[in-house]
């Protein structure tokens, strides 16, 4: 909180010391001198956050992209100057939040200070989550009490980089919605690490925070087999490898959709696999199928498929849907364009929405 005090030279006459915020008023009799006015950050006791949350079993593969973000904390290192950021995108059920966990729990060692973690809530059935309230949480988790939490954002900011600037910490921002959204919660200290997921290419992180972008496709044939396989291990007896390709091709080798259909083989041990994939042939059923959540939450693949849905802009939204009768999986931007009634430019530009929002 800002700490208001008399100069030196008048305290023979009377002095005021005290805590205030930015609107709060001071009244003396009388006051001599100069009236300073400067940040204070509160002594907190040393508290060490862990608040990463478990992996995922069975988890798959992903060396090409776990070897970008090792090499990640190799150059910050050999270059302190420089604020280590890694955004992880991809589209929904692809399994961002996967790997941001399973690599972070290889690196803890290397981050004493602790760890952070919040939801930012970028696609999901609420709204996304303001910055200002994670900060409010953050400066909690680290021992700020409640009381002297600072009301505007920007105050937050700055002091929630003042306690990061002595510690090595790690930041996992899951699930952003965008990059306005996650630059408040960003360290000052290039000893921190901080890894974003979003199904958002977050351009902007890229651009002006020099930030390492990590794509994540679908599985490789070979990967997802292998996801199936490793899953439905303990439950069944070896299904043929024929069988798993073409239920993973139905699944799209998304491994959240990969991950349901397991889950599915695994509680219906003597159902033969035939019959789950021709439920996932019928497009009428698939959704269902493949919803490990009946209330429909982030474990069905509708629910995470939609939220994306709802997220785009209107024009984008209209392409979108318009794309869907489109007879083929490949098309031009002249035939977009025809389809769409507009100009060529117009298109790029909604295409581009389309592509950056997975």
Partial sequence: MPHLGMSDAAAHSNRFEGSASAHGVVQARDVHGGVHLHQHVPDTPAIVPHQLLGGTRHFVNRSRELSSLGRLVADARSTPAVLPLAVITGTAGVGKTSLALHWAHTIRPHYPGGELYANLRGYAVDSPVAPE???????????????????????????????????????????????????????????????????????????????????????????AITLLRTATADYRGRDRRADLAELAGLCARLPLALRIAAERAASWPSMPLSELIDDLRDESA????????????????????????????????????????????????????????????EARARLDTLVSAH
């Fill in 133 to 223: 309230k994670v900060l409010g949480r953050f400066l909690e988790d680290l021992g700020v009490p409640a009381a002297l939490v600072p009301v505007e954002r920007e105050r937050r900011e700055s002091m929630f980089r003042s306690l990061l600037a002595d510690r090595r910490m790690l930041i996992i921002l899951d699930n952003a919605m965008d990059s306005g959204q996650v630059r408040p919660l960003l360290p000052g200290s290039a000893a921190c690490l901080t890894v974003v997921t979003s199904r958002d290419d977050l351009s902007g992180l890229v651009a002006q925070q020099g930030a390492l972008r990590v794509r994540l496709e679908t599985f490789p044939a070979a990967d």
């Fill in 286 to 345: 698939l959704w269902n199928v493949l919803t490990a959540d009946e209330k429909g939450g982030p474990e069905a693949m509708r629910s995470v498929f939609e939220w994306s849905y709802r997220a785009l802009p209107a024009p984008a939204a209209r392409l979108f849907r318009i794309l869907g009768l489109h007879p083929g999986n490949e098309f031009g931007l002249p035939a977009v364009a025809g389809m769409a009634g507009v100009e060529p430019s």
